[in-house]
């Protein structure tokens, strides 16, 4: 693993000061916070990882747009300049700002699904499949086996299944398979990407069945950057001209612009050239958004975004922006703390199951480590394992998870290489002390998505 940190391609020109409490008053807020990362102010945090979403810097370039803003109701200069930045990178006809990434969704879902239809995906965002279950129809996920194995290297561990995928439209029936859905790169597994070759495939098996081929294209630049280090063919080509290549292979994408964009707010919806589908969206988007040209956002934030979206696809960026992942990773192994291996684009996922292995998934190892990084050095990152996953909604009882993470996002262009030692240096001492950390028992628990609000407490030993 290549341990070497790709220093900044940027200088500070302004500072944000962050609070370093001391451990005394961390163990205060935490215990205040009931154990939960999100109920803790963000003021008490020194080193935030609990999202890279919408948490990236804007450059000098982003914010001078910002006073270009024109604000017009209809017609703003700005959405002009968007719809051209976006052309420029995705090659597409027609382009539709929204305000975050689930308003795409709430835009577009209705128009391909409903009651007894199916998305498929190589593994949907959790709002994306919300949104799909909304309209009444099933999302089902169909990605490769090796994305399980977190140890075993795999270049590609985002890839969707083509041979389940053929199985699944085969079985559920074409007709019954409303949108098929590639997510680049695949969060819900970890950041993975996904290869060209995949995605022309699924893009061959998309057209042979007449199915829509729709990209979530959160972090495009991030999979393309690791389309270009990886797969045979692309080390000499632009990230750009990769993008365009794997979106010229879909029909449609929706995008959350707080990703790879780096905006604290945004959204979009691109259609290659089915005119008759863009009106449909245009016509949605009216009553939900707000007009075409605005797309519930500021004539400022359309200016950001399309600023945003050209910075996000630079080389030395990217390098930069997944080079303090493998950093991290590196730093890892050394220490021999597991992870998800290899690292994808935008989180380290420690393996808190393994690293923790006194703790049963009933009483949180995700959780447990997550707060016990708080406790350590201020450092907020958070559970994606059986905390998470929460209760059998026929049951009630505790589901299992596959993993037991503790995921560590790193936001946009905000934290140093110091900051990240800061983080490694954190993991070990915990390593160090590791039988000491209890797990944990949850006192109070919303119905729904109760990660958010629950209450929890040490359980004693
Ligand atoms: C963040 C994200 C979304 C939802 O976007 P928001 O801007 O948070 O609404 C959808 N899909 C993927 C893959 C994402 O990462």
């Known amino acids: 693993m290549n341990n070497k940190y790709f220093a900044e391609p940027f200088k500070i020109k302004m500072v944000e000061p962050i609070t370093i409490l001391t451990r005394e008053e961390r163990l205060a807020k935490i215990k205040e916070a009931n154990y939960n990362l999100f109920s803790l102010k963000s003021e008490d945090v020194y080193i935030d990882l609990l999202s890279d979403s919408g948490t990236g810097a804007m450059s000098t370039n982003q914010w001078a747009g910002m006073m270009n803003g024109d604000e017009a109701y209809s017609g703003s200069k700005n959405y002009f300049n968007l719809i051209s930045s976006a052309q420029d990178i995705f090659g597409y006809e027609y382009i539709q700002p929204v305000h975050q990434g689930r308003a795409a969704e709430k835009v577009v879902m209705p128009i391909l699904l409903g009651p007894g239809k199916f998305a498929i995906s190589n593994m949907h965002f959790d709002t994306t499949r919300a949104h799909v279950e909304l309209t009444g129809a099933r999302a089902i996920d169909c990605i490769v086996p ?17 041979l389940r995928l053929v199985e699944l439209i085969e079985e559920l029936g074409k007709e019954n398979v409303g949108v098929i859905i590639m997510t680049i790169t695949n969060n819900s597994a970890g950041g993975q990407p996904v290869s ?28 393309a950057f690791f389309i270009k280090e990886r797969e045979e063919g692309y080390k000499d080509k632009s990230i750009k001209e990769i993008a365009r290549e794997m979106f010229s292979h879909a029909h449609l994408f929706t995008m959350s612009a707080k990703k790879d964009a780096i905006i604290n707010m945004g959204g979009l919806i691109g259609v290659k050239n089915d005119k008759e589908l863009f009106e449909v969206i245009k016509g949605r988007t009216i009553p939900l958004e707000g007009f075409i040209s605005y797309g519930g956002l500021s004539g400022r934030d359309l200016e950001a975004m399309a600023i945003g979206l050209q910075e996000g696809i630079d080389y030395n960026y990217l390098k930069y922006r997944i080079g303090q992942m ?8 050394i220490a021999d703390i597991p992870y998800q291996s290899p690292v994808g684009g935008h989180a380290v996922f420690v393996n808190a199951g393994e690293f923790l292995p006194h703790i049963p998934y009933y009483e949180f190892p995700g959780q447990a480590l997550a707060v016990e990084l708080y406790i350590e050095a201020g450092i907020r990152g958070c559970d994606i394992g059986s905390y998470m996953m929460g209760n059998d909604p026929d049951t009630g009882k505790q589901i299992k998870s596959q993993f037991e993470f503790t995921r560590l996002a790193i936001p946009r262009r905000v934290y140093t290489q110091s900051h990240l030692d800061v983080i490694i240096e954190a993991l070990i001492a915990i390593k160090n002390r590791v039988n000491t950390i209890p797990g944990y028992k949850i006192n109070w628990e919303p119905k729904i998505l109760r990660h958010f609000t629950s209450r929890l407490i040490p359980v004693d030993k």
Do not use: C, Q, S
């Open 146 to 162: 090796e994305a399980l194995d977190t140890k075993t290297y795999a270049p590609f561990k985002g890839n969707m299944d083509v």
């Open 326 to 333: 493998e950093y991290m990773a590196g730093k890892l192994d």
């Open 196 to 223: 060209m070759e995949n995605i022309k495939n699924t893009a061959e098996i998309a057209n042979k069945y007449n199915i829509p081929l729709m990209i979530d294209a959160a972090r495009f630049a991030e999979n």
